[in-house]
């Protein structure tokens, strides 16, 4: 929107503006006895986001609906990661939020790429996997053990997907891939 | 027509040591960009300042446990129903490793 700051209705008297230099308490402009908090505006550097198809133009079908098209005009760059790359989608035909190429920098093929999470409609939550994730988050030793077997010792995305999204999941990918 | 079709590789090494990334996932409806997240960690990034929408899950508790984050603005990083809080951001939290701004 370009706006450099936002006022915020009902954050004066908390503590949280001596702890972030980003909210500020101000008079307000129209009735100078009157404090409003104003925060400042949001400029990310990085919009990362994952979306079910994209073309090569960058034109993205998000696949659900979401408000990133809100993340993605506030941020200098945007990176989306989707499940397929087809010939052509536009507004017409996206089956979910329609996030313009204008808006994106770089798409990049990432099937199961919200792994171990969910896409909606497509795959639920690796359950098994989220349990192992958390079990091993609990301190920094059993941490690196997981983060070795999903990360540092995994050349691509490929790789993790063949080790660590379950079999039956990519067997019904394969199917809805070949139109089955 | 300008190609923006990349490989995952390509895409994460636009991303800079100290960035401030604002992550799908969690109340915004979509999905977590865990691929990309992955290869962050992968590639070594440090110092990621991310931005929850609302909230958080494993898109930040993960890079959070690799070291790779300074800050996080978001209302919580959640893991209903696997656990209450994501366990990485807390621990590094209560270690003061992270940053923890409260945005709700």
């Not at chain 2, 931005?51 to 959640?78: E, F, R």
């Amino acid at each position: 929107m370009g706006l450099p700051y936002v006022p915020i209705v009902g954050l004066v008297g908390s503590d949280l503006m001596h702890k972030r230099d980003d909210v500020k308490v101000v008079p307000d402009p129209f009735h100078p006895e009157v404090k409003t908090a104003v925060v400042r505006s949001l400029r990310p550097d990085v919009a990362l986001l994952h979306g079910l198809r994209a073309d090569r133009a960058g034109n993205v079908d998000m696949g659900c609906w979401t408000d990133d098209v809100l993340l993605a005009e506030a941020s200098r760059r945007v990176i989306v990661t989707v499940e397929e790359v087809v010939d052509h989608i536009d507004e017409d035909t996206a089956q979910g939020t329609f996030l313009p190429s204008i808006l994106v920098n770089a798409v990049a093929l990432a099937p199961f790429g919200a792994h171990p999470e969910h896409f909606p409609g497509r795959y639920p939550d690796d359950e098994a996997h989220l349990q192992r994730y958390v079990e091993h988050a609990r301190d920094d030793a059993a941490f690196a053990v997981y983060l070795r077997e999903t990360v540092y010792d995994v050349p691509d995305h490929d790789t993790y997907v063949q080790r660590h999204v379950p079999r039956s999941w990519q067997e019904e990918g394969y199917r809805r891939a070949a139109g089955g | 027509m300008k190609d923006k079709l990349t490989t995952l590789e390509a895409a994460a090494a636009m991303v800079r040591d100290g960035d401030q990334i604002i992550l799908s996932g969690d109340s915004g409806g979509s999905p977590s960009p865990m691929a990309a997240i992955r290869r962050l960690v992968h590639d070594g990034r440090k110092g990621l300042r991310l931005v929850g929408v609302v909230g958080a899950t494993v898109n930040a508790d993960l890079p959070i446990g690799a070291g790779a984050v300074a800050s996080i603005d978001t209302c919580s990083v959640g893991m209903s129903p696997f656990a209450r809080t994501g366990p990485n951001f807390a621990r590094h939290c209560e270690a003061g490793r992270i940053k923890a701004l409260d945005n709700t």
